[in-house]
């Protein structure tokens, strides 16, 4: 019978991963068997800088954990080597991370993930670490917001040029 302080242990385990599930904005499984130390560290730094937590979980401890959340959708994805990307600020920080790190590295396969509460295929991942990043967006908002009042202030100033053309000459 298993020591009654490992089981304990296990649970709150699981009660963690569960947790991390849930309050994650993006949580993205991926296989990363064929990875070296030296590989695995650097992933480990990018996703860090970005606060993305990086976990190597057992499979069943977090088949139990989905069991918690009604996220029951990624079993079939924890097959094999696992590592878990846990973001809570960005929900496309992970995504990009590993996409990139992906291309670079052919022995880094996503698997799925969770955006936003909704269990999403490695296709859609890839798509959404194709979109700019909230910054970007916001950066691009911004420039569209900006053009209307810059063309106002040159054409303004163009009136302002003219008159003044025309009260010298």
Known sequence: ?????????KKEMV????????????TVVVDYRGLDVAEVTELRKQLREA??????IKNNLVKRATQETDF????????GPTAVAFSKEDALAAAKILSDFAKGHENLDIKVGIVEGKVVSQEDL???ASLPSRDGLLSML????QAPIRNMALAVKAVADKDGESTEG
Not at 1 to 9: R, Y
Not at 142 to 145: F, G, K
């Open 72 to 79: 029951t959708e990624l079993d079939e994805f924890l097959v």
């Open 51 to 56: 606060n993305v937590e990086l976990k190597v």
């Open 1 to 9: 019978m298993p020591n009654a302080s490992v089981l304990e242990q």
């Open 15 to 26: 009660s963690s991963i569960a947790t991390k599930l849930r309050e994650s904005q993006s």
């Open 126 to 128: 890839k798509a959404l």
């Open 142 to 145: 911004l420039s569209v917001l």
